[in-house]
């Protein structure tokens, strides 16, 4: 890989063999690394054996080492995964964290065309698309894999030849986990098929891999024309979506980055009553009448906040400048213009709650925020983002749509006060 030539590189040492050869050929080709290891504390004594060894491999070639202790099966339990789950996330946390403090540009481990092999059959098993099937990337962001195309007896042949030591990972050997079943129990049999089994897997792998390239770069194409930004939201109309054929594919290849999984339901969203939502971890998708709403999930920053008299107030959710004028400008969405001795301070900022009411500004009478928002054709998350300026219990100005008529300006006014919601 010659764009790695000259790069600040961190190389992911374990210990075994595939890291260890990884380590010598990055030596041998005089690049500049440094090991990192991380001890997942797991195995007691055989953990703290790893991280001697790689210590003193480190010491052996000249590189410089970093070490990491895990606390991985606290860290499983309160993130309820597995623990091999909770080493890999706390793995490339650590990566990354040292890949941005101290200037590397690349992280190396040392995946194989096995690993790949093995990869794949995971995900066949448990139901997967075509990115799920094209196997461990080489190149990753940051991530990248040199020995994916080498099989793991190369790999064992290389370091024997080279007379190199390494660690042996006892739990490697146990069947207990599903890939470790996979490694020992059902590749070894795929092997015996066919003598360049391996070999003709990568082939088809990387057939796949194209494939994927070119569904991405239609189903991106695809959302530049449907998906239509609107502010922190995204707008998708749905009588197009619908064309869409087949529209199964299609929802899958557009909505499965934002974390959905429940697909009759997202489905079943494009004929529902507007309202209706499908939730992700991460993604809510809404039915507002002719489009679907997609919008990422943010705590909603409940509680008050207290305005003061004049200035830009500091630590609120959305920024409002306030000031003394002497004349009445021409009052919008954005900018309201009050009696100030009308107001009781400090104001408070709050989000809309049901019963809400306020008298709109030149009309009769009051008016539920519900009903206010339904004329507007507010949807479900645009209201839920919806801030109240109110004095004690009375709503001032639902901010950036309309102020309110029992604080308005008039002839007997003898101080203004402008209030500005800045973007």
Known sequence: MPFLKGKRLLVACSGGVDSVVLTHLCTAADMDIVLAHCNFTLRGDESDGDEVFVRQLGSQLGIEVFVKHFETEQYAETHRVSVQMAARELRYQWFDEVLQTKGFDYVLTA??????????????????????????????????????????????????????????????????????????????????????????????????????????????????????????????????????????????????????????????????????????????????????????????????????????????????????????????????????EKLNFPLVLRNWEKGDYFYPFRMQGKKKLSKFFKDEKLDVISKEKQWLLCSNNDIVWVVGKRADERFKVEDSTREIIKITQLT
């Open 111 to 340: 995946h194989h065309a096995d690993d790949s092999l093995e990869t794949f059959l995971i995900n066949l098993s448990r139901g997967t698309g075509i990115e799920g099937l094209s196997g461990i990337p080489e190149v990753n962001e940051k991530v990248v894999r040199p020995l994916l195309p080498f099989s793991q007896n190369e790999i064992l042949e290389y370091a024997k030849s080279k007379n190199l030591d390494w660690r042996e990972d006892s739990s490697n050997a146990s069947t207990k986990y599903l890939r470790n079943k996979i490694r020992h129990q059902i590749v070894p049999t795929l092997k015996e098929l066919h003598p360049t089994f391996l070999q003709n897997f990568l082939t088809t792998q990387n057939h796949l891999q194209q494939t994927h390239h070119l569904v991405s770069n239609h189903l991106n194409e695809l959302k530049s024309k449907l998906f239509e930004q609107r502010d922190d939201d995204i707008k998708i109309n749905i009588a197009t979506l619908k064309q869409l054929q087949p529209l199964n594919a299609y929802l899958y290849g557009l909505f499965k980055d934002y974390g959905f999984t429940a697909w009759d339901d997202v489905k079943d969203l494009l004929s529902a009553m507007s309202g209706k939502q499908v939730v992700s971890k991460t993604h809510q998708l809404l039915k507002d009448r002719d489009f679907l709403i997609l919008s990422e999930i943010k705590n909603r920053a409940n509680g008050t906040y207290l305005v003061h008299v004049d200035g830009t107030p500091s630590e609120l959710p959305i920024k409002l400048k306030l000031e003394n004028v002497e004349t009445l400008e021409k009052q919008g969405r954005n900018v309201v213009f009050l009696d100030k």
